[in-house]
Nanobody, 129 residues
Framework: QLQLVESGGGLVQPGGSLRLSCSAS????????IGWFRQAPGKEREGVSC????????HYADSVKGRFTISRDNAKNTVYLQMTNLKPEDTAVYYC??????????????????????WGQGTQVTVSS
């Protein structure tokens, strides 16, 4: 069983930056594709970014492209989401998710929430002045 724990959320002013972390435990995350999702009050869950198990393939939602960067450190079983130039509309609970893929699919990035098996509890990000 893989456990995911998000951290790094908080309150930040517009234009500010935060780095979210998604730490995996229980199993090696080497063969897990990882995604970040967010959900704002009254809105549906939205895919933000994903990274393949190899780390060589990434994807970003248009709303965050150029502002967010996803990366992973498999030695630390951790995936990061660096968020810059934050906007009030980025306010949401951010979740990381993981799903194990066979080695042949190490370059695959899963963009849909329904493709993921494991989910963290979420971390709140609030962008406000």
């Amino acid at each position: 069983q893989l456990q995911l724990v998000e951290s790094g959320g908080g309150l930040v002013q517009p234009g500010g930056s935060l780095r979210l972390s998604c730490s995996a435990s229980g199993l090696s995350s080497d063969y897990y594709a990882i995604g970040w999702f967010r959900q704002a009050p009254g809105k549906e869950r939205e895919g933000v970014s994903c990274i393949s198990s190899s780390g060589g393939n990434t994807h970003y939602a248009d709303s965050v492209k150029g502002r967010f960067t996803i990366s992973r450190d498999n030695a630390k079983n951790t995936v990061y989401l660096q968020m810059t130039n934050l906007k009030p509309e980025d306010t949401a609970v951010y979740y990381c998710a993981a799903d194990r893929l066979p080695p042949l699919l190490k370059a695959v990035c899963l963009v849909r929430g329904r493709d993921y098996t494991y989910w963290g509890q979420g971390t709140q990000v609030t962008v406000s002045s």
